[in-house]
């Protein structure tokens, strides 16, 4: 069971500055978060009984990079839409 839901969907979107994001694009990033929320990418284990190796916190540590970087690339390509509408 994914512990993500609309609220925090809109909310992270918000956050990272895509609140007026297509409903479309709201959707995939849903989409995108509860497969990476289903991974554990996006939760932090504080569990001292959970062993994690040095390559795996690099690792880790790598995709949620990847996964701001992608915030960004969302970010861009709402405004090239946006232009390009308001051109026709």
Not at 10 to 28: K, Q, Y
């Amino acid at each position: 069971m994914t512990i993500l839901n609309n609220d925090k969907i809109h909310r992270l979107l918000n956050e990272r500055g895509l609140g007026n994001v297509s409903p479309e694009t709201a959707e995939a990033v849903e989409s995108i978060l509860g497969e990476l929320d289903r991974k554990n990418v996006l939760r932090t284990n504080n569990s001292k009984n959970y062993f994690i190796d040095r390559s795996t916190l690099e690792t880790t540590s790598f995709l949620r990079a990847l996964v701001e970087q992608n915030w960004l690339i969302i970010a861009q390509n709402e405004k090239i839409i946006k232009a390009l509408n308001a051109s026709k």
